[in-house]
């Protein structure tokens, strides 16, 4: 049997998100606005191009932040948890590896977790600490209560 729990992210994740992602582009737009209206329409573009880089590149970060909370997967099969959260993190853990499984209120973990091998969330409250001999591992499951019992806790 195959248990599949694709959680939404929380509006704070969300909302969180946003912040920084406006704060980001504040930054960059007080960047230009220091550059002065004459050198940043002048001859050396050089000057416009470095903060048109890294703008773009926000946008794209941003992206693939939304698209990983919103494509957060929790699959129980063969014997195995198997975590995914949007293009790039993916992994996986033997059920019988699994030492133990706490409860957490609030799901501490770095901002650039996405990137990270151990964090497969998409919210900050509400979450499980998977501990096996190697590592901890934090997911965010939608219903807590029926993803420790098919993970055979109790």
């Not at 959260?85 to 996405?114: A, C, H, M, P």
């Not at 998977?130 to 901890?136: F, G, H, P």
Request: glycine fraction near 6%.
């Amino acid at each position: 049997m195959v248990y599949l729990d694709k959680p939404k992210p929380s509006n704070g994740y969300v909302s969180f998100l946003i912040i920084l992602e406006t704060s980001f582009i504040v930054i960059f737009l007080a960047h230009i606005s220091f550059l002065g209206h004459s050198t940043f329409w002048g001859e050396d573009l050089r000057v416009f191009i470095i903060p048109l880089i890294y703008f773009l590149l926000l946008i794209f970060l941003f992206g693939l932040c939304i698209h990983a909370a919103y494509n957060t997967e929790y699959r129980i099969e063969n014997g195995k948890l198997w975590m995914k959260i949007g293009y790039i993190n993916k992994g996986s853990v033997s059920l019988d590896e699994i030492k133990s499984i706490e409860k957490v209120e609030f799901i501490r973990g770095k901002t650039w977790s996405y990137f990270a091998n151990r964090y497969y969330r998409n919210r900050f409250k509400n979450g499980i600490r998977v501990i096996t001999e190697k590592r901890i591992i934090l997911v965010s499951p939608e219903d807590i209560e029926r993803f420790v019992s098919e993970l055979g806790f109790y």
